[in-house]
């Protein structure tokens, strides 16, 4: 009876190995699941960048006045911006570099957007003593090192025609 029991048992790790891919069954099911949790939680957080920097509108303006423009940029939940700069070049030019927002006149005009930014990694519970003798307890944000995305692309400034006057 037990050689019966054995045999079978054995069978069935040698399809179930098989199908595996040559993996032992008492870790292939183990790793196989972490696996594929891991590859779900990668191709989540690729779906869903922390960090999207979107186009700036075209700009229609009267004779006499300027555009103003600043960065435009979608932040997830998990991430802070710690900053937003623009730089704009016009023929070769540089017009403004690295400031939050720019005054533009008529004109074509390349805009590079660039955003500094950190990401949560996690978050840690700190008992802190207030006053007397209490502990209370404290979330704490761990935040990453600041990482940088930039966006170049072309604005175009015109002037208004007034068909209505």
């Known amino acids: 009876m ?42 989540k957080a690729q ?15 009267e004779a006499d006045e300027l555009a103003t423009i600043t960065p435009r940029v979608t932040v997830r939940k998990q991430a802070k911006v710690v900053s937003k700069t623009l730089t704009v070049v016009q023929d070769s030019t540089v017009l403004v570099d690295g400031k939050k927002k720019a005054k533009l006149g008529v004109g074509t005009y390349e805009v590079t ?3 500094k930014y950190r990401t949560l990694v996690k978050q840690v519970v700190v008992k802190v003593k207030t006053k007397g003798k ?22 175009v400034v015109a002037l208004d025609s007034d068909d209505n006057k």
């Open 2 to 43: 037990k050689n019966r029991i054995g045999r079978a048992t054995a069978a069935i790790i040698a399809a179930s190995s098989m199908v595996l891919g040559g993996a032992a069954v008492a870790t292939a099911a183990p790793s196989s699941a972490s696996a594929v949790q891991s590859h779900k939680s990668q191709s």
């Open 47 to 61: 779906s869903k960048p922390t960090i999207v920097i979107r186009d700036i509108k075209n700009k229609t303006i």
């Open 113 to 115: 957007t660039t955003v």
């Open 134 to 155: 209490k502990v209370k307890k404290v979330k704490k944000n761990i935040w990453s090192e600041i990482q940088t995305e930039s966006k170049t692309q072309t604005l």
